[in-house]
């Protein structure tokens, strides 16, 4: 039996059954916790693919915020908030702006919006690292951590203005009836001057991930130079609470679970102070999309009534030193840089793709990244559907392991969005239909097997489903570059003049808010 059979024979995933928005948060613990939840049959005929996809997002809901997983991922997290409001704007507007507010009250007041906000509710044993290791309120204390709310002390990818100007997009009237952009906008500008400023680790305008749990990717191979100089927390110190719910097969190892610890503790250790710890890396994902956010920025500076000509300025500006930076036009790929070494880390993985996204790349430079994500590193039309986060000829290729080759839903969305942004339409429809057929076989796997598509890691995954509701909006028949079909387009990554307002195709008439049961509104 081969390892993909054996995975495929032993893997078991639960997910909760659905809950209606008056339902409780989860307060199962342990075995208890888990008895309590269905099996997840991700085949169900009698309904739409937007229905099951609205379904796991009703199912996650908390009554503020959406959890990635029951069982895996029982707390809030901020990337993750920012796609899965990306696709709540299409089932309820409100409940979207609700997503992105309870994410940012817990900002902290140096600026960082933290890349974990813990629901009390949940035992403290469900999920490791846990708040009692974090410590916000008393370690984070002079970096003006919440008093009220327990954080962790580490941030994620900056996808939230994006994320704000979308959910506006889709309903302004209410918007700006609950001036929600006005009470976003200080808060996400305060959020990027601490990334510009604070995260400037390599004085070159990038900003720098501390951790590898804040870009997001966590065991990804790029990880592993910076890391080998971590010496690994000892494993009797700590409790792994991922490994009750998920295959230790598909998941980082202990080891380096250990180099995790110890960074993490480190950091608390010196009150969450930036620039002191041995690890600093700069990123292409985390700045592409903090790039991103700033022409969004601009877009919601101008809907305020200022000019947003500055935040443009700077993205242009962010853009170049990227490109200065990380490019490396003989390999057609963005990478990593240690800053400590102030080396390029020579691994190809997806977040060297994930700059297609921005409207000002060049274009030299985006036919480059294009070539690469259709070439045997990553194979997508060839020897993949979907675009694996890992190089497919690389050493530490797994196709099932987290970060290390399977296929994640945000990244392929982001890289969909990217194609069409940059002409490549026909690829762009190629992806998108890939990525809806994976949605719908898998049971909005959390991520999947590159080749195969087979499910991994958690089922009803909150942005797998949000993302695919995203998808299933964006009608392609409608046309590109048009205003029936923003998506994608400049205007909607929030760069140029000239592109129409987005055309919402609807929200509960299409996607049948009243047949869930519960008030998504």
């Keep these: 039996m081969d390892r993909t059979t054996q995975l495929t024979a032993r893997r078991t995933v639960h997910f909760d059954p659905v809950r209606t928005s008056a ?3 989860f307060t199962g613990q342990g075995e208890t916790g888990r008895a309590q939840a269905a099996v997840y049959d991700p085949v169900r005929p009698a309904e739409p693919l937007h229905l099951r996809a609205a379904r796991v ?3 996650n809901w908390t009554g503020t915020s959406t959890v990635p997983s029951r069982s895996l991922y029982p707390h809030q997290w901020s990337w993750d908030s920012a796609f899965i409001a990306i696709g709540l704007r299409h089932l309820s507007p409100l409940r979207a702006q609700t997503e992105l507010e309870t994410l940012l009250d817990a900002q902290w007041g140096d600026g960082r919006i933290p890349h974990i906000v813990f629901n009390p509710s949940v035992p403290l044993d469900a999920y490791f690292p846990s708040p009692d290791f974090w410590r916000s309120s008393t370690a984070g204390r002079a970096a003006g951590a919440p008093r009220t709310v327990q954080t962790s002390g580490i941030v994620q990818p900056p996808v939230h203005a994006l994320a704000v100007w979308l959910v506006h997009s889709a309903d302004p009237g209410l918007s700006r009836s609950r001036s929600f952009l006005s009470r976003m906008y200080p808060r996400l500008a305060a959020w990027h001057r601490y990334l510009l400023h604070r995260r400037d680790l390599g004085g070159g305008g990038l900003a720098s991930v501390v ?3 804040e870009q997001g990717m966590d065991n990804a ?11 690994p927390a000892p494993a009797r110190s700590f409790r792994r609470a991922d490994l009750d719910h998920g295959a230790a097969e598909d998941r980082p190892t202990d080891l380096d679970y250990g180099r995790y610890v110890r960074l993490a503790t480190g950091y608390r250790d010196s009150g969450y102070a930036d620039g002191v710890g041995g690890f600093a890396v700069e990123d292409p994902a985390f700045n592409a999309l903090l790039i991103a956010s700033e022409h969004a920025l601009a877009r919601i500076a101008r809907e305020l009534g200022a000019t947003g000509t500055a935040r443009h300025a700077r993205a242009e500006r962010l853009t170049a030193a990227l490109v200065d930076r990380l490019w490396d036009p003989a390999e057609g790929m963005f990478f990593c840089r240690d800053v400590r070494t102030d080396e390029p880390i020579p691994e190809r993985g997806v977040s060297g793709l994930v700059p297609l996204i921005l409207p000002t790349l060049p274009r030299e430079t985006a036919a480059a990244l294009v070539r690469t994500l259709r ?3 990553f194979g997508l039309g060839d020897t993949t559907r979907l675009v694996p986060s890992y190089d497919l000829t690389g050493h530490a290729f797994d196709p099932h392991r987290y970060w ?3 296929a994640w839903f945000n990244t392929n969305w982001l890289v969909e ?3 069409r942004l940059h002409g490549e339409h026909a690829r762009a429809r190629t992806l998108r239909g890939a990525l809806l057929e994976t949605a719908d076989t898998s049971g909005f796997a959390e991520y999947v097997d590159p080749y195969t598509g087979e499910a991994c890691g958690a089922l009803g995954f909150s942005w797998s489903a949000a993302l695919t509701l995203d998808l299933l909006h964006d009608t392609p028949d409608a046309g590109h570059g048009t205003a029936g079909a923003a998506h994608g387009t400049a205007e909607e990554f929030g760069a140029a003049e000239g592109f129409g307002a987005i055309e919402e195709l ?8 009243g047949a869930l049961g519960g008030d998504l509104r």
């Design 23 to 25: 339902s409780p948060p």
């Design 57 to 59: 997002l009703q199912s």
């Design 211 to 213: 951790h590898p749990w």
């Design 221 to 231: 191979p790029s990880w592993d130079a910076p890391l080998a100089r971590v010496r």
């Design 375 to 377: 070439g045997p590193h």
């Design 404 to 406: 290390r080759g399977p």
């Design 417 to 419: 969005r990217g194609l």
């Design 506 to 513: 609807g929200t509960t008439e299409k996607f049948g808010e």
